[in-house]
């Protein structure tokens, strides 16, 4: 069993539509968590990053951490053509020592918005 | 700042052969990130640098892997004796352990997709 878990759809949604997309995990060592973005054949891009658990928000995304359930959520509010990318989440562990900066990644998630 | 880069962008070879990717990190960042992603995968770390000194290697790199950053700066990634297993994007990113977001921030480079033959 992978460590970090995402569905990687295809997820298919109407522009202007709410996107949620989800990982869950099961290392409970994990405290910082990220969503990256993917556009075809380019490298990730960092759209949010949460410590522990919480909400936060910027602009039409809104990232969820839930660490009691090990789930992390991203919301994207008012969908975008352009939002039409693979989305990553992605976390580690601040144990410190030398595992601080390895980053675990979900399988992502391929999201189409069409007009 | 120019953003992570890496050379070649694509690279075609054929099995058995060695091949060199290059990594130059956003100037001034300390660490610095190898990841492997094949197609329909999220990227796997491979190994990390802080300055030049290597301080950890995943399990998938075999020993037909190689990575330098011999004065700090840029990074180099080695495959010998390439099999067609290895075809996959290969990505580095950067970040610094200075300024608020530590190293949770890391920026990606735009890969170097490799095709073994």
């Known amino acids: 069993q992978k460590e970090v878990e995402q569905d990687p759809g295809p997820l298919s949604v109407p522009e202007g539509a709410i996107v949620s997309l989800n990982c869950t995990y099961s290392?409970?060592?994990?405290?910082?968590f990220m969503w990256y973005r993917q556009y075809s054949r380019k490298g990730p891009e960092l759209l949010m990053y949460?410590?522990?658990?919480g909400n936060k928000e910027d602009g039409r995304f809104t990232a969820q951490v839930d660490k009691s359930s090990k789930y992390i959520s991203l919301f994207i509010r008012d969908s975008q053509p352009s939002d039409s990318a693979t989305y990553l989440c992605?976390?580690?562990?601040?144990?410190?020592?030398?595992?601080?900066?390895?980053?675990?990644f979900g399988q992502g998630t391929i999201l189409t918005v069409h007009p | 700042d120019t953003g992570v880069s890496q050379n070649p962008r694509h690279k075609i070879t054929k099995r058995g052969q060695n091949v060199t990717f290059r990594c130059d990190p956003i100037?001034?960042?300390?660490?610095l990130y190898w990841y492997r992603q094949t197609l329909g995968q999220g990227p796997e770390f491979l190994t990390y640098?802080?300055?030049?000194?290597?301080?950890?290697k995943s399990r998938l790199l075999s020993d037909r892997f190689s990575a330098e950053r011999p004065k700090g700066s840029f990074s180099t990634l080695e495959i010998q004796r390439t099999e067609q297993g290895d075809s996959a994007m290969y990505l580095c990113?950067?970040?610094?352990?200075?300024?608020?977001?530590?190293?949770?921030?890391?920026?990606f480079g735009p890969g170097t997709r490799l095709l073994v033959l």
């Open positions: 990113a950067s970040s610094s352990t200075s300024g608020p977001l530590r190293e949770e921030t890391q920026y």
């Open positions: 290392n409970s060592a994990f405290q910082y």
């Open positions: 949460t410590y522990s658990s």
């Open positions: 992605a976390m580690n562990n601040p144990a410190g020592g030398t595992s601080y900066g390895k980053l675990t």
């Open positions: 100037s001034e960042h300390n660490r």
């Open positions: 640098f802080q300055n030049e000194a290597q301080l950890e």
